[in-house]
């Protein structure tokens, strides 16, 4: 209980700050889209860093020579809140000038979209929100998501199970998903996480967070245009084996 007190003081202390934060990083997107989204995206990933020490999570993450230079769609399953938070604070790649984060944006539901300061800070690092109940307003996040991701700056997230889940299968990715990698051309890297519901959700009653480890791993990026067309016809089961055979592996190395 005193974790998740801790965590919710911090939150509320970081959207008080973040509405002066704000300001100057709609100031500093007037002039460079890209640098605004590398400032958002530094300060969220060391918020979600700084949470993840609050709740005493430890993250063992592997495949981090797999994160492609330019953008990608990271695909995964969905198991918890503290997924996206796992995810993001770890995607780094070593440069010239040392590690970086790289500008990360997530695919959520049209919902959050209504949630007051959580939005504009979604908005900031990238995020994009997607209404599944309306097929032209989908379309047109997805094509919006396609001219980010062609752009080469940012890289997209995204959980095409469509809600979290704590069963041993995963629910079957929605194809639609993967319009994103296949109309920009850019990699689907998959996403196998473990645990991270563990550190909440399987625990509900009590409104505790628990310390516990968290096991995170990038697969290797699969190039949609190499792919035949049977492939690309099936590509959400083509893509989830890939899930589950990173999830069946990570598995493996914990026993």
């Given at each position: 209980?005193i ?8 939150l509320?202390?970081?959207f008080l ?5 704000n300001l ?23 918020g979600?860093?700084?949470?993840l020490?609050i ?5 063992i993450?592997k495949?981090?020579e797999?994160i ?7 695909v995964g399953?969905h198991?918890?809140?503290f ?5 993001h604070?770890?995607?780094k ?7 970086y984060?790289?500008?990360?944006g ?6 959050i979209?209504k ?9 900031n690092?990238?995020?994009l929100?997607l209404?599944r109940?309306?097929t ?10 396609v001219d ?5 700056h ?5 959980y095409?199970?469509g809600?979290r ?10 194809k639609?998903s993967?319009?994103?990698a ?8 998959p996403v ?8 909440f959700?399987n625990?509900?009653w ?5 310390s516990?480890?968290v ?6 990026p ?17 893509v ?6 990173l999830?069946e592996?990570?598995k493996?190395?914990?026993?």
């Amino acid at each position: 209980m005193i974790r998740l007190i801790i965590i919710f003081i911090f939150l509320v202390l970081f959207f008080l700050i973040g509405l002066f934060t704000n300001l100057y990083i709609m100031i500093v997107r007037k002039k460079n889209a890209n640098k605004a989204t590398d400032i958002s995206n530094r300060i969220v990933g060391n918020g979600f860093s700084l949470i993840l020490t609050i709740a005493g999570t430890k993250k063992i993450v592997k495949g981090l020579e797999n994160i492609p230079e330019s953008s990608a769609l990271y695909v995964g399953n969905h198991r918890s809140y503290f997924d996206i938070v796992i995810t993001h604070s770890s995607l780094k790649k070593a440069g010239k000038s040392g590690s970086y984060r790289v500008p990360l944006g997530f695919i959520a539901k049209i919902e959050i979209d209504k949630v007051p300061f959580l939005r504009t800070w979604m908005r900031n690092i990238g995020c994009l929100f997607l209404d599944r109940k309306d097929t032209r307003s989908a379309l047109k996040s997805i094509l919006t998501g396609v001219d980010i991701l062609k752009q080469g700056h940012q890289s997209l997230v995204i959980y095409p199970e469509g809600t979290r889940g704590h069963k041993d299968t995963m629910a079957p990715f929605k194809k639609g998903s993967f319009k994103l990698a296949e109309k920009s051309g850019v990699p689907i890297v998959p996403v196998a996480i473990l645990g991270s519901d563990d550190i909440f959700e399987n625990n509900p009653w009590i409104l505790k967070v628990r310390s516990r480890k968290v096991y995170l791993t990038f697969g290797e990026p699969i190039d949609t245009a190499s792919l035949d067309k049977e492939t690309l016809k099936h590509i959400d089961s083509y893509v989830q084996n890939k899930v589950a055979e990173l999830i069946e592996q990570t598995k493996k190395e914990i026993a």
